[in-house]
C-alpha cells in the first residue's frame, strides 16, 4: 500500500508564547505547509482580518457547524467558541500536504482521538514572568482577561506532557529552528517514504 497522505501537525502553546509569531515565521520558512483556518465566535480584534487565522462566526453558525458534524475538535475559551472545520483538513491529508492546526489543549485531545497519526507540538514560555509581560505588552485585553488567561495559561502547561514534543520560545529563531526541525524529522519517517521505496523496488 502507497503511503502519499500529508501530515497532520497540532501546535498548541497559552496565550502570550508567542505561537502565533511562531507560526508567521514558520509559513515563510516552509511555505508548501497548509494552515487550517478555525471558526470562532469571539468577537474580531483590531489587528485581525477576516479569513487570515480565523473565520468570525455567529453563535447559531457554530452551533449549526456542530449538529452538522463539520468540525474536527471544537471547545470553549473563555465563554467563545472555537473550532477546526473537517473538510479542509482532510482534503490536505488527502491530497498529501501537511497541514498544521493551532488548538488549545482540549482540542489537541480531541484531535488525537479522531486522528491518532498526527504530530503534537507544545509551544512552552521560558517562565511565568515572561507570559505576564508578553500579555501586558500585546495590549489587546483588559487587565482582568489577562488574569483569565493567566490562569487559563497555566492549566494548559500543566498538560504539555500530553504532547510529542515541546519548543520553548524564549529566543524566536532558535524556537523556529527546532520546530522547522521537527517537521523535517517528520518527513523523513519511514511510513512517511514507503512510496519512495516501492517506486524504487518497482524498478
Ligand atoms: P485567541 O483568542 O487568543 O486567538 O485564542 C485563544 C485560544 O484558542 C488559544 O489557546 C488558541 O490556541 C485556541 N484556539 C484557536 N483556534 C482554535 C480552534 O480551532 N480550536 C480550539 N479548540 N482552540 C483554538
Given at each position: ?47 485581525e482580518k477576516p479569513g487570515q487565522k480565523y473565520n468570525f462566526i455567529?453563535?447559531d453558525e457554530f452551533e449549526n457547524m456542530i449538529k452538522n458534524n ?131 523496488l518497482e524498478k
Amino acid at each position: 500500500m502507497l503511503s502519499n497522505k500529508g501530515r497532520l501537525f497540532i501546535i498548541s502553546g497559552p496565550s502570550g508564547s508567542g505561537k502565533d509569531t511562531l507560526l508567521v515565521k514558520l509559513f515563510k520558512a516552509v511555505p508548501e505547509i497548509k494552515f487550517s483556518i478555525s471558526s470562532i465566535t469571539r468577537p474580531m480584534r483590531e489587528n485581525e482580518k477576516p479569513g487570515q487565522k480565523y473565520n468570525f462566526i455567529s453563535k447559531d453558525e457554530f452551533e449549526n457547524m456542530i449538529k452538522n458534524n463539520e468540525l474536527l475538535e471544537y471547545n470553549q475559551f473563555l465563554g467563545n467558541y472555537y473550532g477546526t472545520p473537517k473538510a479542509p483538513v482532510i482534503k490536505a491529508i488527502e491530497n498529501g500536504d501537511d497541514i498544521v492546526v493551532e488548538v488549545d489543549v482540549n482540542g489537541a485531545a480531541q484531535i488525537r482521538n479522531n486522528v491518532p497519526d498526527c504530530t503534537s507540538v507544545f509551544i512552552l514560555p521560558p517562565s511565568l514572568e515572561a507570559l505576564k509581560t508578553r500579555l501586558h505588552d500585546r495590549g489587546t485585553e483588559s487587565e482582568e482577561k489577562i488574569r483569565e488567561r493567566l490562569l487559563c495559561a497555566l492549566d494548559e502547561i500543566k498538560r504539555a506532557n500530553e504532547y510529542d514534543y515541546v519548543v520553548v520560545n524564549d529566543d524566536i529563531d532558535t524556537a523556529l529552528n527546532d520546530l522547522v526541525g521537527i517537521i523535517r524529522l517528520d518527513r523523513l519517517k519511514i511510513d512517511r517514504n514507503l512510496d519512495l521505496i516501492n517506486k524504487i523496488l518497482e524498478k
